[in-house]
């Protein structure tokens, strides 16, 4: 079975600062995933995604993603934080046996301070 | 502009009553989706149609039932049955190479 974990429910980070948001995965084969974040009483929106080829994926509003095989890990990073930057972040693996089914993790909620 | 619609975005509804809700997309996509988000369990799959006239039970389907008659809409409907809908939903759409889902904007439904 696939699924998708966030070990943290919250990450306070100063604006100015790396922000790293940690997700790991467990999946069958050859894993799809993404990040989407969430502003409050909003829909999701898609930041960036990891199908194949450079470990390193860029993204949208500054984020990028790395994917490590061996540790089975997609962290989320923004080297400089703003405090627009707070928000719920998903992480999420694609569902090997239908294509396109997500499975995301719990959410963390990043909080930016001033 | 392309993107999905949800509506209503607020709805109340009394124990007892069933309610639907809508979902319309126009970026031609041919699988839709319907999740439940609660606070700190992330999203939670209801129902998904690959197709028009076809949809498969997701992981929490007990209680809502869907149709897709066209392939822009998929409505949603929270019957008397399911027992604890208060929640935000949310409705998304893919295409067919199967990457990134669209989301729309979300329907918090309430049960008072």
């Known amino acids: 079975a696939q699924s998708v974990a966030q070990p943290e429910d919250q990450v306070n980070v100063a604006e100015g600062n790396p922000l790293t948001v940690k997700c790991t995965y467990s999946?069958?084969?050859?894993?799809?995933l993404f990040w989407y974040v969430q502003y409050p009483n909003r829909g999701l929106q898609f930041l960036l995604k990891?199908?194949?080829?450079?470990?390193l994926v860029k993204g949208s509003y500054g984020f990028e993603a790395e994917f490590n095989k061996s540790q089975t890990s997609f962290h989320l990073k923004k080297p400089s934080a703003l405090v627009s930057d707070s928000a719920l972040y998903f992480c999420?693996?694609?569902?090997?046996?239908?294509?396109?089914?997500?499975?995301f993790g719990a959410g963390t909620q990043v909080v930016v301070t001033p | 502009d392309g993107g999905i619609t949800q509506s209503p975005k607020y709805l109340f509804r009394k124990e007892g009553q069933n309610v639907t809700l809508s979902c319309e997309q126009n970026?031609?996509?041919?699988?839709m989706y319907w999740y439940r988000q609660d606070p700190g369990q992330g999203l939670r799959l209801i129902y998904y149609?690959?197709?028009?006239?076809?949809?498969q039970k997701g992981d929490i389907a007990e209680g809502y039932s869907v149709s897709r008659e066209k392939k822009e809409s998929f409505p949603l409907t929270v019957t008397s049955a399911q027992k604890n809908p208060t929640a935000f939903y949310l409705c998304?759409?893919?295409?067919?190479?199967?990457?990134?889902?669209?989301f729309g904007e979300g329907s918090r439904l309430t049960v008072l």
């Open positions: 998304a759409s893919s295409p067919p190479n199967g990457g990134e889902l669209f």
């Open positions: 999946v069958s084969g050859n894993p799809y």
């Open positions: 990891y199908i194949t080829g450079d470990n």
């Open positions: 999420a693996v694609r569902v090997t046996d239908s294509w396109g089914k997500l499975q």
């Open positions: 970026l031609n996509h041919d699988a």
């Open positions: 149609s690959q197709i028009v006239n076809d949809f």
